[in-house]
């Protein structure tokens, strides 16, 4: 039934089905059961002609008909009308529909108006109101809530707009009554107010009230969010099930000998946890899927480091993997640092490794004698093969592909476990819609003594203080970074800008008594590394550059964040830059510059960032500014497609949902006990559809 071609229900045919499936992807009965209303409006409600204001939505008036008239001549032609009521008159205005409507429009008749008031020449009024004649609503009183449905201009135009839609819709209804199977146990349907699957969907099109539309919605709502997470719980017990991993059954001599000798700081709460989850994970059994979040400087490699030496006290080798040469170079020397002394070979590979190096080094890795592997997609060749290799560890995870996870994961017979760290903190609901098939940590805690990262909003004026401020901070032996927008690399005006912007730097800041770097994303790839290195090595005092320093780079002595037209950045963006300084100096601050004219959000993005240091309640704002698919990005278009339940709204729904869905799988694995026959019905159509791939790029 669900499936019939919507051009089969009364009133519609083919040309206008074609309309529905074009316009609006309504293509089905089912299309248009699951086309919602998005919200309703209260029509026991009357408005006053005192009482019109502009910023009302809609107003519903009852009042008597006057001055009925044709104005104007060609396009200008309309028809106009007054409505009185006790409190005034307002303009009711026709552009459309005229002839029909003039014999109907009587003077002196008493009539219902609906409609959207404007201000057109310093008077109130209403175009194309929804109009009635009083006599005929007084006999017939319409339902209190009336849906609202989304519709499109063309569509609108051709008569489905929200009104013509809500009729197909009333036409449907009686045809569906007891075609719409229940999908619930019956204990959750008690839990959610014991609506059941038809009585909310017809409820939600053709409310009875508010509070039995309530309930409805929040039974819709919670099904949506349960399904999914289901779908995700299952995915992971079936991974789970088919897919062995090797087991780290100890720990050993090398993550010993470094715990107790080579630690240099005692670990975090939030790192030992980490690290023990880490622990059982691979000791399982089965294959380690796990997305480490912690923000900027929150100890992340540590983590890496320390599962790494597991693996290697089982007898395998471990892979990390960074986005860029510069960091793992880094990673390269932090962890080659962290283990001198100890009989671990560290090697790193990357594109400009030697050809001669690269051979020996690819000779020693095949034979096991290399036992941590750090490098960039290097490491993704093919002519890059491991003796046995155990764990993969991929830092930050948005540069890289599911497809190069797969090509890890296909170097070895049993799969690899796989760690992945990213300082993109994702927002709870988020994180458990998009990685709900993943097991998450999160490092909720920095390493004591940081000093929080001063940070301000100073505008266009106050440039010179600014640049006061880093000559002061340069002669204390700091190094500043100054970045500017390039959302796009290729836009020209943004490379103007930032040249600009560089070129009265080295005014300001001349030679010889100062150095600046410049690296932006249209520079070739060495001279980007060379500047970069410069600056890592302290030869130059300020870094001009555009986001490409956003990822990783470390270094400990820059103090100042300096961020130009920061109203075009991304909050998650900021918040990354700032991450860069507050590394090792004593005092750090980040300096959001803007015009002076802010939009809103620029607003809200810009004070969040004032008000506080923390990645996850950062990432909520975010959240909320954007919406879920827009914050994610189109390589994590695996938000699953929701129709009424909301992340953000709904996030208490969400993980109510969340939590029965776990513990439906706890109590019945395999959804054998028939009380959960509907679920398991459901469940396995959906399933049928394709896994849910939101995972990590
Ligand atoms: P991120 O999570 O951003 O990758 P890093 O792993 O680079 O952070 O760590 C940031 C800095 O903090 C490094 O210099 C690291 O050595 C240091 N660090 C890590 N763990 C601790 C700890 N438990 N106590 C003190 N410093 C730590
Ligand atoms: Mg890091």
Same mark, same amino acid.
């Given at each position: 039934m669900l499936d019939t071609p919507i051009d089969y229900l009364k009133g519609v045919g083919p040309q206008r089905g074609e309309l529905l499936r074009k316009e609006l992807g309504i293509a089905t009965y089912g299309d248009l059961l699951w086309h919602y209303p998005f919200r309703y409006v209260d029509r026991t409600r009357f408005h006053t002609v005192r009482e019109v204001r502009e910023d009302l939505p809609q107003v519903q008036l009852r009042g008597v008909l006057r001055d009925v008239r044709i104005v104007g001549e060609k396009q200008a032609r309309r028809l106009t009308a007054k409505l009185v009521d006790?409190?005034?008159?307002?303009?009711?205005?026709?552009?459309?529909g005229i002839r029909w409507l003039q014999p109907v429009l009587k003077e002196g008749l008493e009539l219902i108006v609906f409609g959207k008031p404007t201000v057109f020449r310093d008077k109130y009024n209403i175009a194309h109101p929804e109009i009635e004649p009083a006599a005929a609503w007084d006999q017939h009183p319409p339902a209190r809530l009336q849906p609202v449905y989304s519709t499109s201009e063309k569509a609108a135009a051709k008569g489905f707009h929200s009104r013509g839609i809500g009729k197909l819709v009333q036409a449907l209804l009686p045809q569906l009554e007891g075609q719409l199977p229940e999908t619930l146990s019956r204990d959750l349907i008690d839990t959610l107010g014991g609506v059941a699957r038809e009585e909310a969907l017809l409820e939600v099109h =053709?409310? &009875? *009230?508010?509070?039995?539309?309530?309930?409805?919605?929040?039974?819709?709502?919670?099904?949506?969010?349960?399904?999914?997470?289901?779908?995700?719980?299952?995915?992971?017990?079936?991974?789970?099930?088919? #897919?062995?991993?090797?087991?780290? =059954? &100890?720990?050993?001599?090398?993550?010993?000998a470094?715990?107790?000798? &080579?630690?240099?700081?005692?670990? %975090?709460? =939030?790192?030992?946890? #980490?690290?023990?989850?880490i622990r059982k994970d691979m000791g399982s059994g089965h294959q380690m899927n796990r997305l480490l979040q912690g923000d900027v400087g929150s100890g992340k490699t540590l983590v890496g480091l320390l599962s790494m030496l597991i693996a290697l006290d089982n007898g395998f080798q471990a892979a990390l993997l960074a986005p860029t040469e510069i960091l793992a170079q880094q990673h390269f020397k932090s962890i080659a640092r962290f283990v001198e002394g100890l009989p671990i070979v560290v090697r790193l590979l990357t594109g400009s490794t030697k050809a001669a190096e690269r051979k020996s080094l690819l000779t020693a890795l095949r034979l096991g004698e290399v036992h941590i592997l750090v490098g960039t997609h290097a490491l993704l060749e093919d002519r890059v093969v491991f003796h046995h290799l155990g764990l993969v560890?991929?830092?930050?995870?948005?540069?890289?592909? #599911?497809?190069q996870r797969a090509r890890m994961q296909a170097k070895s017979v049993v799969p690899p476990h796989v760690l992945v760290m990213t300082a993109t903190p994702i927002p709870r609901t988020l994180a458990m819609t998009l990685y709900g098939d993943l097991d998450v940590s999160v490092i909720d805690e920095l390493p004591p003594g940081r000093k929080p990262i001063k940070t301000v909003h100073r505008d266009d004026h106050a440039r010179n203080a600014v640049f006061g401020f880093l000559e002061e901070e340069i002669a204390r032996g700091r190094q500043v970074y100054v970045v500017y927008p390039l959302i796009e690399e290729s836009e020209k005006s943004d490379l103007k800008h930032l040249m600009d912007g560089y070129e009265s730097i080295t005014r300001r800041f001349p030679l010889p008594k100062y150095a600046v770097s410049i690296v932006h994303g249209r520079m070739p790839p060495e001279d980007k590394d060379f500047e970069m290195a410069r600056f890592v090595k302290g030869e130059t005092d300020i870094m001009v550059a555009t986001t490409v320093i956003e990822v990783g780079v470390d270094v400990p002595n820059a103090s100042v964040m300096v961020i130009e037209n920061a109203e075009r950045f991304g909050l998650s963006q900021l918040h990354q830059l700032r991450g860069r300084v507050g590394?090792?100096?004593?005092?750090?601050?980040?300096?959001?510059?803007?015009? *002076?004219?802010?939009?809103? *959000?620029?607003? %809200?993005?810009? =004070?969040?960032?004032?008000?506080?240091? *923390?990645?996850f309640e950062i990432s909520e704002v975010d959240l909320r500014l954007r919406g879920p698919g827009d914050l994610m990005g189109t390589q994590q278009s695996g938000i699953p497609e929701l129709h009424l339940a909301d992340l953000v709204q709904d996030a208490e729904l969400l993980q109510y949902a969340r939590r029965m869905a776990q513990r439906l799988l706890d109590e019945d694995p395999h959804l054998q006990d028939p009380r959960h026959a509907p679920i398991a019905g459901t469940l396995a159509e959906q399933m049928r559809a394709g896994p849910i791939w939101g995972r990590i790029g």
């Open positions: 006790a409190t005034g008159s307002i303009e009711l205005v026709w552009f459309k =053709a409310p &009875h *009230d508010q509070a039995r539309l309530d309930r409805a919605l929040r039974r819709l709502k919670f099904e949506e969010l349960f399904f999914v997470q289901l779908r995700l719980l299952k995915q992971k017990q079936l991974m789970q099930q088919d #897919v062995k991993g090797n087991i780290f =059954a &100890h720990v050993g001599d090398r993550f010993n470094f715990y107790n000798t &080579h630690l240099p700081f005692p670990l %975090t709460g =939030a790192q030992k946890r #980490v690290v023990k989850e560890v991929i830092d930050e995870q948005h540069r890289f592909g #599911v497809a590394r090792g100096a004593e005092h750090s601050y980040c300096i959001l510059m803007t015009g *002076d004219k802010l939009g809103n *959000d620029s607003r %809200t993005r810009i =004070a969040t960032m004032v008000r506080t240091q *923390d990645g």
